[in-house]
DNA sequence: ACGTGTGAACCGATTCACAGCA
DNA sequence: TGCTGTGAATCGGTTCACACGT
């Protein structure tokens, strides 16, 4: 049933709920489909189609209610209650994830990190505090964390994810440029700052100049 | 002639290389499409359909010559050259990009980098110099740089962006979690790690658990 | 009259299956 | 025989267009 949802209509409800939030804080309370999307470059079709595979919320001839429809969309994600989160590797990369002060907006807590190297452990990063990855398995398993940002250097990935799924981890978010071999049920998402690079210059190089 | 390449084959594009270099890295000379292809879930028709998009590069019976491959998809992004690239926002994220060593490897030179706090700036940080941001418009124009990372906060990332194609950038990649309004002709990458972690959440709950 | 919700038509990407060459 | 390159078939996602409820 759930099966059939095109990846690209579950993204697009994270756009969505943005625009919506941001309509809210704007102070309106009613939006049709085309006031919500033009802006992002869908058409409304599109975004009624995507809510359409879980439901049906808005009023004929009237439009959305931006507030009901902010909860009915957090409820569709899993994002109506908060998840924590892993930082794996404090580099400078883990560390900006860990001071970045947006992730609560999203629902999301950095509720852990771990690093290999013993200068970083045991100091606090705000109010995380680094502990050495040899904690792993105790930390993770004990603040029930399912979800972990990949952020160890490119050699240290594969071996590190699999110790992260040995955990208890179920989902991966991978900034290292190589991909994960892991077990079926893992899901891994693949953040490529260099392959997005490529294709910008794909893209100049094609088009424009 | 180049307007109907799916989008999806020149992402695999930037794959297929990485898996390439590694090949030859391990010594090997000839791959097939079916072995260098199946540890990364992808097909091997897909591979070869994908190339064709761009001329025929393999030998029938044989496979393909790793290293002319590497040069060959190389040539078609683009990246058989060296791109400059500036980082516009040095806090923690911005920072990670300015030190990370890596981009090297893909032919991706950090040439400037860009801040509005005095405090940050006329400061170097490795090789690259933090300037002001009021010095955009010369820097970027006398290095001639075509690509900018965007890391400043939320807040500002609409404003700088705008002002950074008044700057002489065609193509963004940006890293806050806003949709950027931008002329038609510029193109624009999002790295959407709050959207990325929505959408592991809906995986997790949907299937898992 | 207005804007949603949705089956049907369309379009583009992936997969199939095989001809062709080493 | 083995593996590439590619038209044809298939599959899935987007767009269309309109019935329906307010």
Partial sequence: ??????????????????????????????????ELVSPLNISSAQFRKDLSYFGAFGRKGVGYRVDALIGEIGKILGTDSAWKVAVVGTG???SAFISYPGFSKFNFIIAAAFDNDP????????????????????????KKIKLALLCVPQHAAQKTAIALVNCGIRAILNFSPVHLLLPEDITVADVDVAGELERLVYTLKTSGR
């Avoid at 993204?11 to 009613?30: I, M, T, W």
């Avoid at 705000?126 to 398993?141: D, F, L, T």
């Fill in 1 to 34: 049933m759930a099966a059939e949802i095109p990846n690209a209509t579950v993204k697009r409800l994270s756009y969505y709920l943005r625009s919506l939030r941001r309509l809210k804080d704007a102070g309106v309370s009613v939006v049709s489909s085309e």
């Fill in 92 to 94: 400078r990369l883990g």
């Fill in 119 to 142: 200068s970083k452990t045991e100091k606090f990063r705000g109010s995380v505090k680094i502990e050495n990855i040899a904690r792993m398995k105790e930390v993770i398993g004990r």
